[in-house]
């Protein structure tokens, strides 16, 4: 676990196409972080004026931090794809679960104060339900930028009675999913 970098350390970028040997897509990793930090920083973008007590529902103020992250969103996604070693599949999943939070709780908002959390829980719960091989808590906790193990969870079992632990994902689902999101992470933008 010593050799992560602290989560307040300057990234190199992750730019290079990650392997998608899971089978999975054409979903590339480069297509997959681009699609992810526009994704969350579009909900940002969209929610972040409105009052802060709207979003900050008790279901949803554990994933909020009073704190600015020491790393813009697209260094956070860079920052979790280094050192969570999954497929992309993991990753596509998070995402199915983040747009059942947002279906189904019309109330919570995403924004900057809550999107990193909300983010590193879904795909932190993904990367449990789908992957053989998990870390501890310490060790996504560390990855995260967390206080800890207390904190990761916290978030872990929040963000499982937000899905209303329903982990399953249809396959119609998931392709509608993957679709979406190769086509937010290819797109250029002006």
């Known amino acids: 676990m010593d050799n992560i970098e602290r989560y307040d350390s300057p990234t190199g970028s992750v730019d290079s196409v990650f392997d998608t040997a899971d089978g999975a897509n054409s979903l590339t990793g480069y297509t997959l972080k681009k699609a ?28 909020s931090t009073a704190r600015t992250s020491a790393l813009p969103l697209k260094r956070f996604v860079e920052r979790m794809m280094k050192y969570i070693s999954c497929s992309n ?20 908002r995403i924004c900057s104060n809550n999107s990193e959390n909300l983010l590193f829980a879904a795909t932190v719960t993904a990367v449990k339900y789908l992957e053989d091989c998990v870390h501890t808590n310490a060790f996504y906790a560390k990855v995260g930028g967390l206080s800890g193990c207390r904190e990761m969870n916290r978030l872990e079992v929040q963000f499982l009675k937000l899905i209303n632990f329903d982990l399953a994902v249809p396959a119609e689902e998931y392709r509608t999913m993957e679709s979406y999101l190769s086509g937010v992470g290819s797109k250029e933008l002006c």
């Open 89 to 108: 599949s993991a990753y596509v999943v998070a995402f199915c679960y983040i747009h059942r939070i947002m279906d189904h709780q019309k109330d919570l």
């Open 36 to 63: 992810i930090s526009r994704e969350m920083e579009t909900f940002c973008y969209m929610n972040d004026d409105l009052e802060s007590g709207y979003y900050c529902k008790r279901d949803f103020e554990v994933f």
